[in-house]
């Protein structure tokens, strides 16, 4: 139990805060998720035109890896 | 901006390294099929155990379960390849290290078979007590029942669900190449590293897994509705 005390108890700042940076993204990406597929949910019932755009929305984040995601999102759109 | 989005959609690069970028796609199609084939397996075996009548074997069930579906991907893969080949090697005395392939594999498969496991449980919970009731009365023994009764209508219902599975399973592959499996994703970055055209070679892979994904989850569900519809009234 010496080494956990040593790597996981001394260390417990630098984890917490990780964890506090988790749950941070958590609650924001949790936000946006929902205020964005509901507007996604909307224009995809109710406004005609930009149906397509909506499904083509859709379907691409549905279907694309998160990890993908992250490094595309991370890389290109800058 | 337009000479940015150009850049990115631009295909040459992609298209460049397509020998290297294939044999790295394939290797996303290895480690997704193995580690389903062990979901599948593991899964079934767990959902078994939380049907079972003998409570500790219901526990073992729900422990494997719980374990697996409430570990992240990620956090499993790591622990995987660095941690089990350690404590495996405590416990037999010698030296032991992963490829990064089986640690991939090990760790999916058991993620996924947590998954799997409430799917085959939800469908075996779905059948009427009735119908093995009825097995029995015939004096079926309990395995026939399983494999003649149960399992062939299992298989049918859970099939939307377990595509929504494959589909997760096959966008979790991804995340294999943290652990240097030359997947697509690892084989993407090492070219970015060469060409430091980033733009081109995320966007390529992003629209190449959305394609896969997109056109191999609608063609399975089309085909499993229509089986579906053909066997089961």
């Known amino acids: 139990m010496g080494n956990w005390e040593r790597m996981v108890w001394n260390q417990r700042h630098l984890l917490l805060d990780g964890l506090v940076v988790t749950l941070e993204i958590c609650l924001i990406a949790f936000a946006a998720a929902i205020v964005g597929g509901l507007v996604l949910c909307l224009v995809r019932l109710y406004v005609r035109p930009l149906r397509p755009v909506a499904i083509a929305l859709i379907e691409f984040f549905r279907a694309t890896p998160i990890f993908v995601q992250l490094l595309w999102v991370n890389y290109v759109w800058p | ?131 093995i009731e009825a097995g029995r009365a015939c004096g079926m023994p309990e395995r026939l029942i399983l494999w003649r009764i149960i399992l062939p209508q299992v298989v049918r219902r859970m099939m939307p669900e377990a595509v929504n599975q494959f589909v997760s399973l096959f966008k979790a592959t991804t995340i294999v190449s943290l652990i240097a499996v030359p997947d697509l994703m690892y084989q993407v970055s090492m070219v970015t590293q060469q060409e430091m055209r980033p733009l081109p070679l995320y966007t390529g892979a992003a629209l190449t897994y959305f394609a896969i994904i997109f056109l191999a989850s609608s063609l399975v569900r089309a085909l499993a509705e229509r089986w579906r519809q053909k066997v089961y009234a």
Do not use: C
């Open chain 2, 1 to 131: 901006m337009s000479g940015a989005l150009a850049e990115a959609l631009n295909p040459a690069v992609f298209w460049e390294y397509r020998a290297i970028l294939l044999k790295g796609l394939a290797f996303n199609f290895y480690v997704f099929a193995a580690a389903a084939a062990a979901a599948l397996i593991l899964g079934l075996g767990a959902a078994l155990l939380r049907v079972n009548r003998w409570r500790p074997l219901r526990w073992a069930g729900t422990l494997h379960v719980e374990i697996f579906r409430n570990a992240p991907d990620y956090v499993m893969v790591v622990w995987v390849h660095f941690v089990l080949p350690l404590l495996l090697g405590l416990a037999i005395g010698r030296r032991l290290e992963f490829p990064p392939f089986l640690s991939a594999v090990i760790a999916l498969g058991l993620v996924y078979s947590g998954y799997f496991a409430e799917t085959f449980r939800a469908g075996i919970q779905s059948i009427p007590l009735g119908q």
